[in-house]
């Protein structure tokens, strides 16, 4: 058992090591960690704009994710960026979680 809690501890500083990471990028605004059902994992974020980002952002991968396989029922969606005047928000889609970062791209340069 020790392994075990040993092995998650060792997960869990990979995943902050990562986390901060894309935090220290310029323009990064925020993070949410979250299931493919919307439910939050782990957010860089206040409570009402994480909840707003999870909700809506796994319905938009998850209208992603059809519209992929509906164009080729063999392919998958595992990236999405949709940027606008003010935000671009990037999705990075695995079988357990997305990894929704949210940046200003204004300040990428």
Not at 10 to 17: A, L, P, Q, V, W
Not at 23 to 29: A, M
Not at 37 to 65: H, P
Request: aromatic share 4%; proline share 2%.
């Amino acid at each position: 058992m020790a392994a075990t809690s040993l092995s998650a501890s060792k997960e869990y500083n990979e995943i902050e090591t990562t986390l901060n990471r894309i935090t220290s990028h310029k323009g990064v605004q925020g993070i949410v960690i979250a299931t493919h059902e919307g439910t939050v994992i782990r957010s860089t974020l206040d409570n009402i704009q994480t909840q707003q980002i999870s909700t809506l952002v796994t319905a938009l991968a998850a209208k992603g994710k059809g519209v992929v396989r509906d164009l080729d029922p063999e392919d998958d969606l595992t990236f999405l960026r949709v940027r606008s005047k003010k935000h671009e928000i990037m999705v990075a889609e695995t079988k357990s979680y997305l990894l929704i970062v949210i940046q200003n791209p204004h300040e990428n340069f």
